[in-house]
């Protein structure tokens, strides 16, 4: 079961800890952490994390909007159309971020 993300106080340094959760069995998404949460004092910190999240996971084409979204439907050479395995990924990997 996946667990939503929370806030978490840290202790002694005042950081917050953001959970990026999702299905561990897809290895589309892994369970990384961004330990700083934005506020006015921190952007190039909290830039530099999620950044390296974004890249390290592949997720950049996620958020470009100019990026091309997989076909839906394959068509068989008889005709036949069958949903695209790659749309499905795309779609799943696109609920777990959003979520």
């Known amino acids: 079961m996946v667990t939503p993300p929370t806030v978490v106080r840290g202790a002694s340094d005042g950081d917050s800890v953001l959970p990026i959760k999702a299905d561990v069995s897809d290895s589309t998404f892994s369970n990384k952490r961004v330990n700083v949460l934005l506020d006015d004092t921190n952007f190039l910190l909290w830039e530099q994390q999620v950044s390296l999240l974004i890249r390290g996971q592949d997720l ?40």
């Open 60 to 99: 950049k084409s996620y958020l470009d909007p100019n990026a091309p979204v997989p076909a839906k439907f394959t068509v068989a050479p008889d005709g036949t159309r069958t949903v695209n395995s790659a749309y499905l990924k795309y779609v799943k990997q696109d609920c777990s971020l959003a979520s």
